[in-house]
């Protein structure tokens, strides 16, 4: 066998190895994209979580101001049922306003209450959503660097590794979309 022979199969065995490992190559591609993807959209619910939570807050806020004027407006009217007025007109009308009033607060924070709570619900089930994502960010990036591993061993067994950890990557993507 001459020396070109000898470089022609050396050189034929070469693209031989490599046209074997493109399919990883790809693999690896495609696991980089979708770790972007689930590392943006994990960072979109944890801010979407954070922005739920400061409206909650804010609603609890409201709500505790309104329970502040309706235990104020209360005490006026205690005040007023046992102090002297020599106006009895006068003094009804004010005991019906302070009643009026106190059935408006009370209607209100009821309202407001429901609000501050089902903000809290979007709270926690924006964070749930976010655990999902960062769970599926995690798999998909071991999965990349498992396979990527195929490159310098030549092994495809880290290939079929890489993917059965980014199939759990996957999985827990689209169970965050379920939530």
Known sequence: MEANEAGELKEQAEKAAENALRPVAFTMSVLAVLVAVTTVLGHRT???????????????????????????????????????????????KIEKAYADHQVKWDA???????????????VESAEERAKHFDLSEAMLEIGLVITSVTL???????????????????????????L
């Open 152 to 178: 310098l061993t030549r092994s495809k067994i880290y290939w079929y590794l890489g993917f059965v950890f980014s199939i759990a990557g996957i999985i827990s993507a689209v169970s965050a979309f379920l």
């Open 108 to 122: 209100d924070l009821k309202a407001d209450q429901e609000k501050a709570k089902a903000l809290e619900e979007r």
């Open 46 to 92: 944890h801010t979407e979580a954070v922005l739920f939570q400061n409206r909650a807050t804010d609603q609890w806020n409201e709500y505790q101001a309104k329970k502040i004027r309706s235990y104020n407006t209360g005490l006026a009217k205690d005040i007023l049922s046992v102090a002297t007025i020599a106006d009895k007109d006068a003094a009804a």
